[in-house]
């Protein structure tokens, strides 16, 4: 029986072992409101799994699904703002 392994030893084996860099957390503090709009979607689309849906429940999701579009857009705006230098 041949043993089968890798030839090559993994690129990102060492970048696993530190914590995250400082643009890293910078990254996620900027996407953090849109993680949190997608997070209460997700929850109000769980609670609905096993139960018809009521009118609360379809409210919360239109809501829910417009705060994520809002987070979506205003990071896409803020990024874009970033790229371009503040000048936007």
């Known amino acids: 029986m041949k043993h089968i392994a890798a030839l090559q030893t ?4 060492a970048s696993l072992d530190g914590e995250p860099s400082a643009a890293e957390l910078d990254a996620i503090e900027l996407e953090m409101p849109l993680i949190r709009a997608e997070v209460e979607l997700l929850d109000a689309q769980i609670t609905t799994l096993d139960r018809p849906v009521s009118e609360m429940d379809a409210r919360r999701i239109r809501r829910a699904r417009r705060r994520v579009m809002a987070a979506r857009r205003d990071l896409t705006n803020r990024t874009i703002t970033v790229l371009a230098g503040g000048a936007a």
């Open 10 to 13: 993994l690129v990102t084996a």
